[in-house]
């Protein structure tokens, strides 16, 4: 025979509260997202560092070679392509990956069913975007002076206006 457990036997199941689940599924996004990131890392420096790489080759060296610029020019060049390779990064990045979620993957349907509200999936993929724009124009940096020798030329004494203008730009 089987025996009926008094209710205050019972086992209750605690559910979770809305913000638990929440703080956990964009956990897990933000995580899946980060894993990609480092798995595609070659993928990305190659996307994002190639345009500035041509760019810093001819105009700052087959240029100031044949006598088309001098180095007050290279001196802008530097941060326009720093500033460009964060701009076009940080609208690359979402716009591919959504692409391809909606085409191919079909993830981003996999997204918008977890338990957070579709807000928080648009916040973490334009966070997602900012911190590789960021890598990006990091990176920008130690390639020019790879690519311009001598002539390349930077100023300290604006350091955090050009960080915080990078950031900017980032949060596109």
Same mark, same amino acid.
């Given at each position: 025979m089987s025996?009926?457990?008094?209710?205050?036997?019972?086992?209750?199941?605690?559910?979770?509260?809305?913000?638990?689940s929440t703080r956990t599924a964009l956990l897990a996004i933000v995580g899946r997202d980060l894993l990609v990131t480092r798995r595609q890392m070659i993928v990305l420096l190659v996307q994002t560092l190639i345009q500035p790489?041509?760019?810093?080759?001819?105009?700052?060296?087959?240029?100031?070679?044949?006598?088309?610029?001098?180095?007050?020019?290279i001196a802008l060049l530097v941060p326009g392509i720093v500033a460009l390779t964060v701009f076009t990064t940080a609208l690359q990045v979402p716009s591919v990956e959504l692409a391809r979620d909606l085409a191919f993957t079909r993830e981003i349907e996999d997204r918008l069913l977890a338990p957070?509200?579709?807000?928080? +999936?648009?916040?973490?993929?334009?966070g997602l975007a900012?911190? *590789?724009?960021? &890598? #990006?124009?990091? %990176?920008?940096?130690?390639? @020019?002076?790879? +690519?311009?020798?001598?002539?390349?030329?930077?100023?300290?004494? *604006?350091?955090? &206006? #050009?960080?915080? %203008?990078?950031?900017?730009? @980032?949060?596109v």
């Amino acid at each position: 025979m089987s025996a009926l457990i008094p209710s205050s036997q019972a086992r209750v199941a605690h559910p979770r509260s809305n913000l638990q689940s929440t703080r956990t599924a964009l956990l897990a996004i933000v995580g899946r997202d980060l894993l990609v990131t480092r798995r595609q890392m070659i993928v990305l420096l190659v996307q994002t560092l190639i345009q500035p790489l041509f760019m810093l080759f001819i105009i700052g060296k087959v240029f100031s070679a044949i006598g088309a610029s001098n180095s007050a020019f290279i001196a802008l060049l530097v941060p326009g392509i720093v500033a460009l390779t964060v701009f076009t990064t940080a609208l690359q990045v979402p716009s591919v990956e959504l692409a391809r979620d909606l085409a191919f993957t079909r993830e981003i349907e996999d997204r918008l069913l977890a338990p957070l509200p579709t807000l928080l +999936v648009a916040v973490e993929k334009v966070g997602l975007a900012t911190v *590789r724009a960021l &890598l #990006s124009g990091i %990176l920008v940096f130690p390639l @020019a002076y790879w +690519v311009l020798g001598s002539a390349y030329q930077v100023r300290s004494d *604006r350091l955090g &206006l #050009s960080l915080a %203008l990078i950031v900017l730009v @980032a949060l596109v």
